[in-house]
């Protein structure tokens, strides 16, 4: 079955550096767009970032762009979030979903995201 992991969270100081990973397993289609989410102590989820099948195409929500990169391997199966100049208001547990249905749309409309990992907690602390 489709199981996606993340892993890779921990606390990290301020403007520090982590890099979180979503092993993926169980896709009968290689055609799927990735994305990463987070969700703080009482606040929504919210979208953060997104790569397409082929990683050509990404796409990033304005409070991370240009701090957060997001990369993908799939010789490995594997998404990654590379988070630099990491502040206190990234603190939150990170989530990884799959997008299939809609493939083609390589965007962070997050009711079509399909399967989900079970989150890894990120700490921004001194």
């Known amino acids: 079955q489709v199981q996606l992991v993340e892993s890779g969270g921990g606390l990290v100081q301020p403007g520090g550096s982590l890099r979180l990973s979503c092993a993926l397993s169980?896709?009968?289609?290689?055609?799927?767009?990735v994305g990463w989410f987070r969700q703080a102590p009482g606040k929504e989820r919210e979208g953060l970032s997104c790569?397409?099948?082929?990683?050509?195409?990404?796409d990033y929500v304005d409070s991370v762009k240009g701090r957060f990169t997001i990369s993908r391997d799939n010789a490995e199966n594997t998404v990654y979030l590379h988070m630099n100049s990491v502040r206190p208001e990234d603190t939150a547990v990170y989530y990884c979903?799959?997008?299939?249905?809609?493939?083609?749309?390589?965007?962070?409309?997050?009711?079509?995201?399909?399967?989900w990992g079970q989150g890894t907690q990120v700490t921004v602390s001194s």
């Open positions: 790569i397409s099948s082929s990683g050509g195409t990404t």
């Open positions: 979903a799959t997008k299939l249905k809609t493939w083609w749309n390589v965007d962070l409309v997050m009711h079509e995201y399909d399967y």
């Open positions: 169980g896709f009968t289609s290689k055609y799927y767009v």
